[in-house]
């Protein structure tokens, strides 16, 4: 079993901050790049954040410079930090990741369920 779990999600008011996390856990081997999707409503999903597994680092010009993406390889753990959110922010946040697996040798990519983000005042 493979799996990725969100967490972190909830309602804050413009300006304010949140810190989602994104677990991989079960037959790992090793990941590749992760990263960060969200879809608002009537929304198509679309990028947010990538990093790889060495930290590079890739953003989509609406948060650059307000949203950072990192992880701890050793806990196969991925985060988003959320600063100045606005209410165009609003929506579900979903983890992305390709991982190898250590029981049959193959990689596969894998979505979590997603966490709600809701700015509002």
């Known amino acids: 079993q493979v799996q990725l779990v969100e967490s972190g999600g909830g309602l804050v008011q413009p300006g304010g901050s949140l810190r989602l996390s994104c677990a991989a856990s079960?037959?790992?081997?090793?990941?590749?790049?992760m990263g960060w999707y969200r879809q608002g409503p009537g929304k198509q999903r679309e990028f947010v954040a990538s990093?790889?597994?060495?930290?590079?680092?890739t953003y989509a010009g609406s948060v650059k410079g307000r949203f950072t993406i990192s992880r701890d390889n050793a806990k196969n753990t991925m985060y988003l930090q959320m600063n100045s959110l606005k209410p165009e922010d609003t929506a579900v946040y979903s983890c992305n990741a390709d991982i190898n697996r250590q029981d049959w040798g193959g990689t596969l990519n894998y979505w979590g369920q997603g966490t709600q983000v809701t700015v509002s005042s």
């Open positions: 079960g037959s790992i081997l090793s990941i590749n790049a």
């Open positions: 990093i790889t597994s060495r930290g590079a680092t």
